[in-house]
């Protein structure tokens, strides 16, 4: 059997231009945070990975083995906090974050619909489609994001959010 390897330093847009077909049997992270896409051009659903050892897929808790894309996720400090914004272009209902929600309607967030944000600080986030953090994810860093389709969601249901804390 011929088994391939690919070593990722840093952004890595395509696996397939390095020679990997998209098909992943085993990751092991050796530090920091990722986001691996199932796409290349950091495209599709998201996971995130952070230092340890992935014998599979079910490990990073996705359907099947297929990963086009990765890259490392940039967090420079320990200071988190976000606006999270019930219409497009920063409008409607407005609530912060600085911690981690469970259920966003328990923060105050009376809508189901998250429709922009605006992350401040050094840390990343984790949204989740479902309560307590579930359902597909997606990671936002430092920036405006003006719609849900800037954060590559097919919808504005996010229910739960999360701090990426563990790094190192």
Known sequence: MNLTLLEVFGDC??????GFMNRVNSIRMESGAWVCFDHPDFKGQQYIMEKGEYPDFQRWNAYNDHMGSSKPIKMHGEHYRMELFEGQNFTGQCVELCDD???????????NG?????VYGDGAWVMYEEPNYRGRMYVVERGNYCSFMDWQAEDPNIQSICRVVKYF
């Open 13 to 18: 847009e395509n696996f397939q231009d390095r």
């Open 101 to 111: 929600c469970a259920f966003l309607q328990s923060s105050g967030f009376s809508k």
């Open 114 to 118: 998250l429709n922009s944000i605006k």
